[in-house]
């Protein structure tokens, strides 16, 4: 079939999900990292023929991706990712249950593959802690950056057997607040990409369409990334 007409089908057929967070002053943040700013150099009203700001932020801002080298020195930075990288079939877990600061055990994800089917080679499996409820509790976003849940290593361990593509989380980091991180290690080292605060996932099925875009940053840690998920309509 013409590849132009399966695009065209596909986008007739299908129901776009953001599922980013949009990048703005004043947005929660690691507290190590530089916050997102925004200063107009240029405007309408100012009399300039045009409108434009200029932009700081943290590779690692908002949604993100975190590149190999986040992690693990020598690795591939955000620039070498493959373009379909983040492209392909979305798993979502839900892991709404999670207490705070605690990790999600091997089991769950068993009872979801029991319940929904079997995670496969080259998925891009997100779990789904709530935490992009708390993201929504704003000015301050204090309930966000404190004790989030994760997931547990052996949970990472199976992912890597599996030979995803990527795994992501709503939360800050997709290892647990008080940890140091094994997860990060498990999988970047591996060449499984790590996406973090996401948003609306509480909106899809267990499995959809999925498609990821980072910014194409020299020796980047990781990037922005603008994601999308796509459903059947119904």
């Known amino acids: ?20 967070l949009t990048l703005e002053e004043g947005m929660p943040k690691w507290p190590t990292q530089p916050p997102f700013s925004a200063v107009t ?6 009399g300039f023929d045009s409108y434009h700001r200029g932009i700081s932020m943290c590779e690692h801002t908002g949604t993100h991706i975190d590149a190999a080298c986040h992690f693990v020195p020598g690795t591939d930075s955000i620039e070498k990712l493959p373009l379909t990288q983040i492209m392909g079939r979305g798993v979502k877990i ?3 249950g ?23 080679q080259g998925d891009i499996v997100f779990f789904h802690f709530g ?4 993201y929504a509790l704003k000015p301050d976003g204090q309930a966000f950056l ?10 990472g361990e199976y992912l890597l057997g599996k030979k995803v593509k990527a795994v992501g989380c709503d939360a800050l980091a997709l290892d647990a607040d008080g940890t140091d991180y094994p997860n ?12 973090e605060n996401a948003a609306n996932l509480g ?7 999925c498609v990821g875009l980072p910014l194409k940053i020299k020796d980047g840690s990781g990037s922005p990334l603008r994601l999308v998920a796509f459903i059947d309509k119904q």
Do not use: C
């Open 1 to 20: 079939m013409n590849g132009i007409k399966i695009m065209e089908d596909f986008l007739q057929n299908t129901r776009a999900i953001d599922l980013t």
């Open 41 to 46: 150099y240029e405007a309408l009203e100012w």
């Open 94 to 96: 839900d892991a709404v």
């Open 98 to 120: 999670t207490e705070p600061r605690a990790s999600l055990e091997l089991d769950k994800v068993l009872e979801f593959e029991k319940e929904h089917g079997e995670i496969k």
């Open 131 to 134: 935490w992009d409820y708390k």
């Open 146 to 155: 404190k004790d989030w849940p994760g997931i547990a290593p052996e949970v």
């Open 184 to 195: 990060h290690a498990i999988l970047l080292g591996n060449e499984i990409n790590i996406i």
């Open 203 to 209: 909106e899809l099925p267990p499995f959809f369409s």
